[in-house]
């Protein structure tokens, strides 16, 4: 009988016991759930560096602002494509008031129309009045010749007073038919003369339309090639340009970056320029996609630290630009801001957890691992560390999952 009753006895012991445990166990790692969040421990390569921070560009900007006209400086914005739309080659993206220009035209083209006429209407009055002076010298030739005839008669036949009349008709004749060339040939040259002045007036305001025109077909901007528009900011504010705005005929508007080629421009802070050189390797994070790691290499730096661009702030930083091993058009774009790191260290394969995952207890390091029944407090020995990642030497191993305190952020929103 006893034998029958210690089972019964023993089994509800034992279910009271686990579910003792149990609920310890739960209530322990509830409070450590309620402390932080966990994480598992990782395993890869630890990089030690200095911080870069700016944003993306792209190699190729394609950038683009009004025509290079030889007499117009100033623009006025009357069209631009939106910022972030896809535009085709040859799509329009950019255009600027031709008000000034038409009225040149048209002043110019009523000009050109005007001595067309003239030049018509001279030459026209030109050949009226040649022809009446022709006739004129054709009937003076005539007479010409008649009194030449006359005077190849033999002078004995005629009487001597007649004689010396024909000889005086000949002699009018002779001044009046070079009288009247005369006149054609003045009045040819100075038809001439006045022709070609209508003429080369009539061709400057023909080049001047022609140019005109081809001056206003430039005030419409259209994109060379397939791309996504950008809005390029002012250098001193950061401001960008909008519709009836004005610019001077040097000044970038709008790009049409290549987004298949992307480098990064970015700040070193002053105090860390002295440790950045060419060739180093740099890991960056966009802050649109803080998940993804891009890795790149420093092909430029400034000669000099300078004020850091687009801020009032008067921190001095080191401006240098990085080459980007890969680009993802997908998810990259020009302006995007990114946080990195210059790459000074690098330890390989290396048991790797947050550095908010490390506690003190007694002045040294531990760590909260997650057991299977309880939350462990494990002494670690910790190596090298950057701002966001610690070595462990000792004490855990890859997969353990270890807590995570949480931020004031985190605190006050729970």
């Known amino acids: 009988m006893r034998k029958l009753l210690r089972p019964r006895i023993a089994i509800p012991l034992a279910i009271a016991a686990f579910f003792l445990l149990g609920g310890w166990t739960l209530r322990n790692k509830l409070a450590a759930d309620r402390q932080g969040e966990w994480v598992r421990v990782t395993r890869g390569d630890l990089v030690t560096g200095i911080d870069v921070s700016g944003t993306l560009t792209a190699v190729d900007a394609g950038s683009f602002g009004p025509p290079q006209l030889d007499d117009v400086w100033d623009f006025k914005i009357s069209m631009m494509a939106p910022e972030g739309a896809e535009v085709k080659k040859g799509q329009p993206i950019l255009g600027f008031d031709t008000t000034e220009l038409q009225k040149r035209l048209e002043q110019n083209s009523a000009q050109s129309e005007q001595s067309k006429k003239e030049i018509e209407r001279r030459r026209a009055d030109l050949a009226m009045r040649t022809a009446d002076e022709r006739m004129g010298l054709a009937e003076a030739e005539a007479r010409l010749r008649k009194a030449s005839l006359k005077l190849q008669t033999p002078p004995d036949l005629e009487k001597l007073n007649e004689r010396k009349q024909v000889e005086l008709d000949y002699g009018l004749s002779q001044r009046e ?6 006149r054609i040939d003045a009045l040819e040259r100075a038809a001439r003369a006045e022709i070609l002045l209508l003429e080369s007036k009539q061709q400057r305001a ?3 339309v022609a140019e005109t025109e081809r001056a206003i077909a430039q005030m419409t901007v259209v994109t060379p090639r397939n791309g996504t528009v950008v809005y390029v900011q002012n250098w001193r504010r950061g401001e960008k340009k909008k519709v009836g705005d004005t610019c001077w005929k040097m000044e970038r508007v709008i790009e049409i970056p290549d987004l298949s080629r992307m480098r990064a421009d970015g700040d070193v802070d002053e105090v860390d320029a002295g440790k950045v050189s060419i060739g180093q390797r740099v890991a960056l994070r966009l802050d649109a996609h803080p998940d993804d790691e891009w890795h790149g290499t420093i092909q430029r730096t400034a000669k000099n630290v ?23 058009p997908a998810k990259m774009r020009p302006g995007m801001r990114f946080q990195g790191t210059v790459e000074l260290g690098r330890v390989k394969n290396a048991i790797l957890l947050p550095r908010d995952a ?4 007694d002045g040294k390091p531990v760590v909260y691992r997650r057991g299977l029944l309880a939350v462990d407090t494990v002494p670690v020995k910790l190596g090298r560390q950057n701002d966001k990642l610690v070595e462990v030497v000792s004490g855990l191993r890859p997969s353990e999952r270890v807590l995570v305190a949480k931020t004031k952020k985190e605190e006050a929103k729970s």
């Open 177 to 182: 038919v070079a009288d009247i060339r005369g």
């Open 206 to 208: 023909a080049s001047i």
């Open 306 to 328: 300078g004020q850091q661009q687009g801020t009032k702030d008067p921190l001095k930083v080191l401006r240098v630009e990085i080459v980007v091993d890969r680009t993802d």
């Open 358 to 361: 490390v506690f003190l207890a």
